[in-house]
């Protein structure tokens, strides 16, 4: 499915809305127990200032029970707490590393904050797995070693001090499916 780009300016006139839409099919059960397709929508992404786009495509913050009717449970924030998920596509701009606002989920060290020396690093107490599927991707870690994800590329990230940035002069789009973890 194609769409246009809206190119719709948000906070920093530098950063362009890529009016990013991702079609969305769900499954549930009716009354009787069986199989519906309880769904069928473009889920729009939101823009993140100094990070692109997100569409959030499910948000749970407790494990699903069945059967159910198909219903995303809906829950706030990011980064899922212990037991939750969330699923997100997720378009980052290339302007250099990707740095949105700090969350409360997201712990920081001295410098970690927009605008510091080591600007986009944060840890999370999640393991997310990311797919790049267009663009280049780069994540580096805190002691500088960095890989560069291409389309097909998976990143397993385990709750580690890390950061993005877009490679080349085009938007990378990453599916990320995010589980709430314990940290010690």
Avoid at 84 to 107: C, D, I, K, Q, S
Avoid at 122 to 145: E, K, P, Y
Wanted: proline fraction near 9%; glycine fraction near 12%; avoid cysteine.
């Amino acid at each position: 499915m194609k769409t246009k780009s809206k190119n719709v300016t948000m906070n920093n006139p530098d950063e362009k809305r890529q009016g990013m839409k991702v079609r969305t099919v769900v499954t549930g059960h009716d009354a009787k127990g069986r199989a519906v397709f309880a769904r069928d929508e473009n889920v729009e992404g939101m823009p993140i200032p100094g990070l692109g786009e997100i569409a959030f495509l499910w948000n749970a913050n407790e494990p699903a029970t069945y059967p159910n009717a198909g219903n995303n449970p809906a829950a706030p924030g990011i980064f899922p707490p212990v037991g939750g998920v969330r699923f997100l596509v997720g378009t980052y701009l290339p302007n250099g590393v990707v740095a949105p606002a700090p969350t409360p989920e997201m712990h920081l060290e001295d410098g970690d904050e927009p605008g510091g020396a080591n600007d986009g690093f944060h840890r999370t107490d999640t393991t997310d797995f990311g797919i790049v599927i267009s663009g280049n991707l780069a994540v580096q870690l805190d002691d500088g070693a960095e890989e560069v994800l291409s389309p097909g590329d998976v990143l397993i990230e385990n709750g580690t001090r890390h950061r993005f940035r877009v490679v080349g002069d085009v938007p990378a789009v990453m599916a990320s499916f995010l589980i709430g973890a314990q940290r010690r």
